[in-house]
């Protein structure tokens, strides 16, 4: 397992030692149908001593509407009601627990924003996509280390330089650090479109 963990870390560039106790990436191109998030913790922060590693799949390919309509996330009323809104310049608040579809239906959701709307998706890990949308933008966060010396590009950084673009719908993937209350309590004030 140790040996696997290592490779997995040389791998996608992760790194060792305290100041890379906590890292994260998402494999692209590693397996045929899926994209592949990795969360990795060190040995030096867990309690019990041992390196840890989550790998969660997401698919390349979006679930249709009709896969999740039988799949019991939403019926047809519901997608009509998101269109609608979605059509009519709503903002959206998706949350929920771990798994139980949120990214699934913001990726389904990303393809109903109107074509004439400049888009910026920002994210920790690339799990939102779309291959239609012809003025979408994705970007994801990062934490560069040279000589020492820490620089993070967090989601709020993304969202300010947003904030200077000529962009109508910011999508943020996953708001749970200081980004959220730069959300809430400016960037929405400028009357630009959140989910």
Known sequence: ???????????????????????????????????????????????????????RKMPKKKYSWEYLKENGMLNDEMIEYLKDRIGAGYSFLISGKGGSGKSTLANNMLDLIPYNLAVLVSQESDELYSDKHPQMQFEHTMTVKKDGI??????????????????????????????????????????????
């Open 1 to 55: 397992y140790k040996s696997w963990f290592e490779r997995i870390q040389r791998i996608h560039r992760l790194g060792r030692g305290e100041e890379n106790a906590l890292s994260h990436c998402t494999d692209r191109k590693g397996v045929k149908d899926f994209y592949l998030r990795i969360d990795a913790q060190q040995s030096c922060i867990t309690s019990t001593e041992k390196n840890n590693i989550h790998i």
């Open 150 to 195: 820490i620089t993070e590009y967090s989601l709020e950084d993304e969202l300010r330089l947003g904030l200077l673009q000529d962009v109508d719908y910011f999508i943020i993937g996953e708001i749970k650090g200081g980004e959220a209350l730069y959300v809430f309590t400016t960037a929405m004030s400028t009357g630009a479109r959140f989910m």
